[in-house]
């Protein structure tokens, strides 16, 4: 059930990150700061999408590495055989290639996390004299950001496809791939649902738990105006 919140946070998240909040920076006001500079402060200051989908794809990891560890764990009693010889009978199983699926997208989300957050912070701040780079940067800002994030979707809808081909969807013997594709369309939809609502959620309440200034300063200075 965690590992299943964890690649729904990745796909909403992301999939807000990408088509709703993405296309709001495109406004000149967010890029241009009083000293007329190209910024991505989008993707610099607000540190909340990495750390978000870089925590969940290591916990993507770990956990489909303690499954099959645990699962081999169990079959080497019944087996007979030695943990390591059993992980490696497993491994070579349609279920084990299930485990190796997630656990490379995983490390891979992961690395184009790091990645994202490299290139955010030493690529994020232009300065240019003409109007015409000053745009043309920000195009480019934009279509690296987008990038990124449209892999990170891509992937993640892989890891929880490996899900959908060992649900009960896989088992239904009319037309299965119809019901496995069914299955995951299913859990990507309600995965954009609850992990955008969470993204938007977590980015709303920063916004409202910023410390308001001191009253009596406040009122000083609405009095001075």
């Known amino acids: 059930g965690s590992l299943l919140i964890v690649q729904a946070l990745v796909v909403g998240v992301t999939f807000v990150h990408s088509f709703v909040l993405i296309p709001v920076i495109k406004k000149d006001s967010v890029f241009f700061n009083n000293n007329n500079s190209f910024v991505w402060p989008f993707l610099v200051n607000n540190k909340q999408f990495i750390i978000i989908i870089s925590v969940c794809g290591a916990i993507i990891f770990n956990m489909s590495t303690i499954l099959i560890v645990y699962q081999a764990s169990l079959l080497s009693s019944d087996l007979g055989l030695d943990l390591s010889s059993t992980l490696a009978i497993l491994l070579s199983s349609s279920v084990g290639n299930i485990f190796i699926i997630k656990m490379v997208t995983s490390t891979i989300i992961i690395i184009l996390s790091i990645l994202y957050y490299y290139i955010a912070k030493t690529k994020g701040r232009w300065k ?87 009253p009596q300063q406040y009122s000083k200075s609405f009095q001075n105006s």
Not at 140 to 146: A, G, P
Request: some cysteine.
């Open 128 to 214: 240019y004299k003409e109007k015409q780079n000053i745009e043309h940067q920000k195009i480019k800002t934009i279509k690296i950001s987008l990038t990124f994030c449209i892999l990170i979707l891509i992937l993640d809808s892989i890891n929880i496809f490996s899900n959908s081909i060992q649900s009960h969807s896989a088992a239904v013997s009319f037309f299965p791939y119809i019901a496995v594709s069914i299955d995951w369309l299913h859990f990507m939809m309600v995965s954009i649902w609850v992990g955008g609502l969470f993204y938007i959620s977590l980015l709303i309440s920063r916004k409202i738990l910023i410390k308001v200034p001191n």
